[in-house]
């Protein structure tokens, strides 16, 4: 099939994270082998759906947000992506993200193909009863689509376990049954799994840990400055500083702060929780955002937002590791000046992968009403990522590309390998 062909809303100037996937799919097609061939089903979603959520405001108006829930690919297993409450979301962002959860899932080798939802939506605006309708007039409109064994949403940008909670009672009383497995990231007292809640944090560590094996370094005394204090950087700097390395630097919404002796991250948290400051924190320097970025350290791990290593601050990076927690934080151009540094960047869809890997097991228990420990769902996820990565590794190593494109080289042949297998129907 020709891109000319594909339907009208994907033609034309792409921008944006759409147009940023869609240069990755042509960046690793020339590797696929006999599978390119099949790569176009990539540059197509499966499935788009656009709805209207109107609802009753609390002073008696009627609002209408606009969602979204794209399923991008299904050739391996039900969809499987968060759901993003944001005023700014678009479907052509939501397409993308969804890219790449079929990339991440894939990867990582879970039953899974790639999908995400959005609502156009400022939550912080609404009352917790609007949020609450909006959150289930959205799940009966994307009912249509979603369900245990086609397509299981979970928690993303400014959605909890509470909205999960309230998309799996929509579900439930629509279909008749009470239905668990149609949300993952759901309270623990609702059927989500322990573990859960550190689950990305503690991936990222998992991840770093195997990098610097090959690279002959220590993790205990190693440093390492994460941006975000929020559940994926204050879990993996909790799980760092357990293992043996020093939290050196910390940045956040509101500023940065530095102290070369090492920083609690437990003492942190506990100062967070009784209302403290980040730029308070007793026994830090505060220093100036920019300079976050040249903090003399061997791990820097953003966890924050996309886009934070660009080429203006690229250069200055001393780390010797880049650990991607966030998704999307640093730009191709950014990422070419760090491998020309020498520095290993572990990629997104593999970094950040412990929370759909923790999901995965949260939907594999629902399943069978049977429940594991935390330290086995710890063990099993260590497990499932230290082989991700070998296996991305081996074939970083044997193609002598990066990390990034070895883990679209593996994905992609996993998601196209099963589409060719599947053939066409009719
Ligand atoms: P969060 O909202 O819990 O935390 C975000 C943190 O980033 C907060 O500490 C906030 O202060 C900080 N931050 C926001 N704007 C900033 C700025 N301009 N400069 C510096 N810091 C800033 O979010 P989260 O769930 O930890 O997610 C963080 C990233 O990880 C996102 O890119 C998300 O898509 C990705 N991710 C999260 C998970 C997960 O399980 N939560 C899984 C995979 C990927």
């Not at 959860?101 to 999908?115: D, F």
């Not at 059927?191 to 991936?203: C, E, N, P, V, Y």
């Not at 950040?352 to 594999?364: D, H, I, Q, R």
Request: proline share 5%; with cysteine; aromatic share 8%.
């Amino acid at each position: 099939m020709s891109l000319k062909q594909l339907p009208s809303y994907l033609h034309g100037e792409h921008v944006g994270p759409w147009a940023v996937f869609l240069e990755q799919i042509n960046r690793v097609t020339p590797h696929l082998g006999q599978y390119a061939a099949w790569a176009d089903t990539l540059r197509l979603p499966k499935r788009c759906l656009i709805v209207d959520v109107p609802i009753h405001m609390d002073d008696g108006t009627v609002r209408h947000f606009e969602g979204y829930r794209v399923q991008h690919n299904i050739s391996r297993g039900p969809g499987k992506g968060g759901v993003r409450y944001h005023p700014e979301v678009t479907l052509s962002e939501v397409m993308a993200l969804a890219g790449w959860m079929t990339i991440k899932n894939a990867a990582v080798n879970l039953p899974y193909g790639g999908a995400k939802g959005g609502v156009r939506v400022e939550p912080r605006t609404l009352s917790t009863n609007e949020l609450e309708r909006m959150t289930r007039r959205y799940t009966s409109e994307i009912g249509i689509i979603i369900g245990p064994d086609r397509d299981i949403p979970a928690p993303d940008v400014n959605t909890n376990e509470k909205i999960m909670a309230w998309m799996m009672d929509t579900y439930s009383m629509n279909v008749g049954a009470t239905t668990p497995r149609v949300v993952t990231g759901k309270p623990v007292s609702l059927g989500g799994s322990l573990g859960r809640r550190d689950a990305t944090g503690r991936g990222c560590y998992i991840v770093a840990r195997e990098a610097m094996a090959r690279r002959g370094m220590e993790m205990r005394g190693a440093r390492v400055a994460i941006q975000g204090f929020g559940n994926v950087g204050n879990a993996a700097a909790r799980v760092f500083h357990d293992a043996g390395a020093k939290l050196v630097a910390v940045q956040d919404v509101a500023g940065t702060i530095y102290a070369s002796a090492g920083i609690d991250p437990h003492a942190l948290c506990r100062h967070l929780d009784a209302g403290g400051a980040l730029l308070d924190f007793p026994g830090t320097a505060r220093i100036p955002p920019d300079e976050f970025w040249a903090v003399d350290c061997e791990v820097m791990l953003p966890a924050a937002l996309g886009n934070q290593i660009t080429v203006d601050n690229a250069s200055a990076l001393r780390a010797r590791f880049v650990i991607e927690g966030a998704n999307g934080p640093t730009t191709p151009q950014a990422e070419d000046i760090l491998l020309d540094k020498g520095i290993l960047v572990v990629p997104d869809v593999l970094a950040n992968a412990g929370g759909v890997t923790v999901s995965y097991f949260e939907w594999v228990q629902n399943s069978s009403s049977y429940f594991w420990t935390e330290n086995d769902i710890n063990d099993r996820l260590d497990r499932a990522l230290t082989e991700a990565f070998r296996a991305i590794w081996s074939v970083a190593a044997e193609k002598g590309v990066a990390l990034r494109t070895a883990a679209f080289i593996v994905a992609c042949t996993r998601v196209l390998e099963a589409r060719a297998m599947r053939g066409l129907y009719p």
